[in-house]
Structures are given as structure tokens and as C-alpha cells.
């Protein structure tokens, strides 16, 4: 789809996608109209279709420059220059919790109107998504090749932290008990201790606890 040329027309467009965000974020995708986000916007229909045919290019664009956006963020930053896996998780932590508290609506958005993208959308945002849980796994990966986490799977252990850092978002608020900063230090914590190697006699203790089995006594059942 042609964009208007020149800075008005690219002001415009931003200005666009910065009303249906917030109209999206609070109302929901489905029960926003055009009409709805034209006047929102200050803007006619004609200008509305200037630069979007439907909503539903609206919803797309608003994902597709998030997730565009989180990626370059995370590239341009110190972070993927990090060679040790434990300095690189602890790095990717922090960015994660800073970069998506920063940008609430969008998070809520690429969660929950996720399914309201036409196939051929998903497709790309699915990609996108894959391209930033790839950068997680790689540094899991990397940390079990140097010894210094440990990962049952890492498929799952990267979902996990991911879910867990965005949830971050549902609640944190700037004026809260807690700096984003102290959020960043405990949420390292967790995240440390979840992919920590477990000390010499460790697994054994948990196999041991693991193993313990029932016994029958005088008719009833015991753990022993």
C-alpha cells in the first residue's frame, strides 16, 4: 500500500497509529471503527484511507513497527556484543523489563489481538516473534555450552523467562513500592537461579526426593 510522500504525510501516519493504539489498547480491536479513529485523529475519511485501506493495515503496521523496533533496539544496544552467556542474560533481562514497561499498549496489543491478524499478517509477526525468542534460546544454548547454566529444554526454559518478563507489564506502574531498576535486579535473580547449575550432590538429593515411594503399612499407606 503507496504512503503519502513527504514529512506532513509520515506525520500523519504516526499520528494515526499512536490514536488506534490507544483507541485498540482500551476499547479493544473489534469494536473500534474507522469513523472512530478518523475523528480521534482530527483527520477526514479521505486522509484515513490516504494512508490505511482498513484497519485491519492498521493493526499490522502497529505490530510490525513494534516488533521491528524491539529488534533494532536490541541489535544497536551493548547487549548482543556481550560474550560471556551469564553477563548476556542478565543484559537481555534488563532490556526485555526497560524496553516493555516503556511501551505498555504495545505489549498488551501483541498479546491479546494477536489473533485478529489475517493469516497472511500472523505469518510475519509469528516470524518477527521467532526472530526475538531466537535471541534468548541462542544465549541458554551458549550458556550450556559454557558450563554455566543448565536447561532441560530450551525451547521451554526460553518461553518460560519470556512469559515471565512480560508479565512485568500487567502490573508495574512508574509511580509504584518498587523502582523499574529493583524490578530489573529481582527479575535477574529469578531468572539467574531458574538456568543456575545445580551444585555437586544436588541432583542426587532431588532424585532421591523424587524416588520416594509408598509403602503399604498394616493396611494403610505411608511415605517413607
Same mark, same amino acid.
Given at each position: 500500500?503507496? $504512503? %503519502? ?5 509520515? *506525520?500523519?501516519?504516526? /499520528? ?9 489498547? /482500551? ?8 469513523? =472512530? ?30 516488533? $521491528? ?13 556481550? $560474550? ?5 542474560? =542478565? ?12 511501551? %505498555?499498549?504495545?505489549?498488551? !496489543? ?8 489475517? %493469516? ?5 509477526? @509469528? ?18 555450552? *559454557? ?17 515471565? !518478563? ?6 508495574? /506502574? ?7 531498576? *529493583?524490578? @530489573? ?12 547449575? %545445580?551444585?555437586?550432590? *544436588? ?22
Amino acid at each position: 500500500m503507496a $504512503r %503519502p510522500a513527504g514529512i506532513k504525510g509520515e *506525520q500523519t501516519r504516526q /499520528r494515526i497509529l499512536a490514536s488506534s493504539l490507544a483507541l485498540f489498547a /482500551r476499547s479493544g480491536y473489534a469494536a473500534v471503527s474507522m469513523r =472512530e479513529i478518523a475523528l480521534d485523529v482530527g483527520v477526514g475519511a479521505g486522509a484515513l484511507y490516504n494512508h490505511f485501506t482498513t484497519k485491519q493495515h492498521i493493526l499490522m503496521a502497529i505490530m510490525e513497527d513494534h516488533m $521491528r523496533a524491539l529488534l533494532s533496539s536490541y541489535h544497536a544496544s551493548a547487549n548482543a556484543r556481550q $560474550r560471556d552467556a551469564q553477563t548476556q542474560l =542478565e543484559a537481555f533481562v534488563r532490556f526485555h523489563i526497560s524496553y516493555h514497561t516503556a511501551l %505498555p499498549n504495545e505489549v498488551f !496489543l501483541s498479546y491479546m489481538e494477536l489473533r485478529a491478524l489475517e %493469516p497472511e499478517n500472523f505469518k510475519i509477526i @509469528e516470524a518477527l516473534r521467532r526472530n526475538y525468542e531466537t535471541i534468548l534460546k541462542d544465549i541458554l544454548t551458549l550458556g550450556v555450552q *559454557q558450563r554455566q547454566m543448565a536447561c532441560d529444554d530450551i525451547h521451554v526454559s526460553a518461553m518460560a523467562i519470556l512469559a515471565m !518478563l512480560t508479565g512485568v507489564t500487567s502490573w508495574f /506502574r512508574q509511580q509504584g513500592r518498587l523502582t523499574r531498576h *529493583q524490578i @530489573e535486579n529481582i527479575y535477574v535473580s529469578l531468572v539467574m537461579r531458574s538456568v543456575a547449575v %545445580p551444585m555437586a550432590g *544436588q541432583n542426587q538429593d532431588q532424585n532421591n526426593n523424587q524416588s520416594r515411594k509408598i509403602m503399604p503399612i498394616k493396611g494403610k499407606q505411608a511415605h517413607v
